[in-house]
């Protein structure tokens, strides 16, 4: 069973949100809040597998707050287009997932149980506007970042690479001939030496380090899986 917790200023966003995520198949919601200091207590206190987030008009506080749930739950944003910098802060941040407001409750609960597992999920209508975010950002962000590319090997690279482009550890087994205990190895590997807390802060660091190039469409929803970007 996936726990959620629902963080939203509406409150009755949180009441539908709350009714549409219980009456899932596996999914049970343990409580929710308008205020980001609460729902970082509470998470600290219940770890829910999933804090569901009102992701508009992110500020420093709001990207702080996805920071610190982010260290015991994972962050899945509900965040409009057109706010793609607020969007890649975020991910920079930890979030693990970014889907439109008007989402359906299908594709909601498939990003709830995506997230819960540790794979990236973004609505491909938002996926454009991160790319472009981290191209205009590439050059202040890159630095801080660049510390463990070096010291990945070949294959190490070919896991980071399909990481992020949102492939499950499955999928990047299945394709790159390698049994899935030794994906979770190599990545296990790549979070040790790029300092990344979180499998979803490996995509903006594929994208600084030029391992994928934003030129062509990357990453996947839940439901649509892409083609491996060509690496750089």
């Given at each position: 069973m996936v726990t959620v917790f629902v963080l939203h200023q509406q409150s009755l966003q949180r009441l539908g949100l709350r009714m549409l995520l219980s009456s899932r198949p596996g999914l049970t919601v343990v409580g929710e809040t308008a205020d980001e200091t609460e729902a970082i207590r509470t998470s600290d206190r219940l770890r829910p597998d999933v804090v569901l987030m009102d992701g508009s008009g992110l500020d420093s506080g709001g990207i702080e707050t996805v920071r610190r749930l982010a260290r015991s739950s994972r962050v899945l944003l509900l965040s409009p287009s057109g706010q793609d910098t607020d969007a890649y802060a975020a991910m920079r941040a930890g979030a693990g997932g970014f889907v439109l407001p008007d989402v359906t409750p299908d594709?909601?609960?498939?990003?709830?149980?995506?997230v819960a597992v540790g794979?990236?999920?973004?609505?491909?209508?938002?996926?454009?506007?991160?790319?472009?975010?981290?191209?205009?950002?590439?050059?202040?962000?890159a630095p801080e970042r660049t510390h463990g590319i070096g010291t990945l090997t070949e294959r190490e690279r070919d896991v980071l690479t399909a990481v992020a482009s949102?492939?499950?550890n499955a999928e990047i087994a299945e394709r790159l001939h390698i049994a899935p205990t030794t994906v979770k190895s190599h990545v296990s590997n790549i979070l040790t030496k790029t300092g990344a807390r979180a499998r979803v802060q490996l995509v903006p660091f594929a994208y600084e380090n030029g391992l994928i190039r934003p030129t062509v469409t990357p990453l996947r929803t839940a439901a649509a899986p892409a083609p491996l970007p060509a690496a750089a």
């Open positions: 594709e909601l609960a498939s990003a709830v149980h995506a794979d990236v999920v973004i609505s491909p209508s938002l996926t454009r506007e991160l790319i472009d975010a981290v191209r205009s950002l590439r050059p202040a962000a949102g492939w499950s």
